[in-house]
């Protein structure tokens, strides 16, 4: 039986805990699917939202492990990460892409559309599918509406170079379930 994620499982450090995340289940009020792409951000790290300090954007990222980190990208998608490392330190993991499983005719009307392979590849897209708000900023993971299971199992991981961001571009710290039809892009 697939065991649920606790707070403390997002304790390590986010490169490590964004490999850990590739192939777990992420449910939103009943909606969502096994996560295949993630993203790790670190306070040291210049492309991070933490790296200048806590803002009034990004105070939820230096909260306790195991919480929901919700920002709007380029004004228009909300994108969930979740915290991991120590309470005050400031690290996240992105969650880029998932393989829909549930929910999948609730994911197509707040998309609108049918192709099941891009209703959540990309971080925007996830946030649509699943219905993220940023009422969600600061929640924790282990609660309603957020369920995430661990995954069952060994799965073979890629790395690579994250995406869309110019500083820090070349840190391999994007993850991806290898040769996986539902990417956001492929390695």
């Not at 964004?18 to 790290?45: H, K, N, P």
């Not at 969930?80 to 969650?95: D, M, P, Q, T």
């Not at 049918?114 to 940023?134: F, N, S």
């Not at 069952?152 to 571009?169: F, L, N």
Request: net charge positive.
């Amino acid at each position: 039986m697939t065991k649920p994620m606790h707070p403390a499982d997002f304790a390590g450090d986010s490169h490590e805990v964004a490999q850990s995340l590739i192939g777990a289940v992420l449910l939103v009020g009943g909606v969502g699917g096994r996560i295949v792409e993630t993203e790790a951000y670190d306070r040291e790290d210049p492309a991070s939202h933490s790296y200048s300090g806590p803002t009034a954007r990004n105070r939820s990222m230096f909260g306790p492990p195991g919480r929901a980190y919700v920002y709007r990208s380029y004004g228009i998608h909300w994108c969930l990460n979740f915290v991991c490392r120590e309470e005050g330190h400031g690290a996240g993991v992105l969650i880029r892409a998932i393989e829909p499983l549930r929910g999948i005719d609730t994911m197509r009307e707040r998309r609108g559309l049918h192709d099941e392979r891009l209703l959540c590849a990309g971080p925007g897209r996830v946030g649509q599918a699943l219905g993220i708000t940023h009422d969600m900023n600061g929640m924790r993971l282990d609660r309603k509406p957020f369920r995430v299971l661990a995954r069952e199992g060994d799965v073979e991981i890629v790395a690579g170079p994250r995406v869309g961001i110019s500083k820090a571009a070349d840190v391999p710290w994007r993850f991806g379930l290898k040769g996986c039809a539902f990417l956001s892009r492929r390695f």
